[in-house]
């Protein structure tokens, strides 16, 4: 069974930087593509980003506005956040998709890691 882990999570001050990882236990992820999802207290889950299969294609919520990359090798799949804010404070998650391409749906993943939690204070 496929099992995901979201870590490197935790407290920074606004204008701060976390970098976020996912790795797959058993590596089974490499021809899939993979998101990353947040949530914040009260919220339902929100798409932040995916990468494809490949590492060649990404794809970001319209609210990173560049502050966040996504990227991946054969260990993990990253999310570099720079300049968080107070917003961004969420349980973030990632999930593997049913495909090699995925964006925001969340009913094209499939597998989703235990989430890591990002505090941004002002």
């Known amino acids: 069974e496929v099992q995901l882990q979201a870590f490197g999570g935790g407290f920074v001050q606004a204008g701060g930087s976390l970098r976020l990882s996912c790795t797959d236990s058993?590596?089974?992820?490499?021809?899939?593509?993979v998101g990353w999802f947040r949530q914040a207290p009260r919220e339902g889950a929100e798409w932040v980003s995916a990468?494809?299969?490949?590492?060649?294609s990404t794809r970001y919520a319209d609210f990173v506005q560049g502050r966040f990359t996504i990227s991946r090798d054969r260990n993990a799949v990253y999310l570099q956040m720079n300049s968080l804010k107070p917003e961004d404070t969420a349980v973030y998650y990632c999930?593997?998709?049913?495909?090699?391409?995925?964006?925001?749906?969340?009913?094209?993943?499939?597998?989703w890691g235990q989430g890591t939690q990002v505090t941004v204070s002002s």
């Open positions: 058993r590596r089974t992820s490499s021809n899939n593509a």
């Open positions: 990468i494809n299969s490949g590492g060649s």
């Open positions: 999930a593997r998709a049913l495909s090699a391409y995925s964006g925001p749906d969340t009913r094209s993943y499939r597998y």
